[in-house]
């Protein structure tokens, strides 16, 4: 099994992205956290409003998805960002984005 934490690809100015993974966050407080930002032809950060959050202990599998306007039309590079809440660790597994051009 591969895992993809980044994909470049030629978009118009909106796309649909979708992402997940295995999450588990240790400490206290746990919490983990994965957002994504784009490069390239648009420059974007990404942000807790758009992040996938879980909060505790146990292993998660989740998933989420974002329709993101706005972008310059032409080459994209959406690329994973992880962290932990502060205090805590956070454990990533099967990591994975997919993006689909939606034109303008």
Not at 31 to 42: C, R
């Amino acid at each position: 099994m591969t895992t993809a934490t980044a994909v470049t690809l030629n978009t118009g100015t909106k796309a649909l992205v979708l992402w997940g993974a295995q999450m588990k966050a240790s400490g206290s407080p746990a919490g983990a956290w994965i957002t994504f930002d784009v490069s390239g032809a648009s420059s974007s950060t990404g942000s807790d409003v758009r992040a996938l959050a879980i909060q505790g202990g146990d292993w998660s599998q989740a998933s989420r998805h974002f329709v993101i306007t706005g972008l310059t039309a032409g080459s994209n590079t959406f690329t994973l960002k992880f962290r932990s809440q502060s205090g805590s660790g956070a454990t990533f597994d099967r990591r994975n984005i997919t993006v689909i051009d939606l034109g303008s």
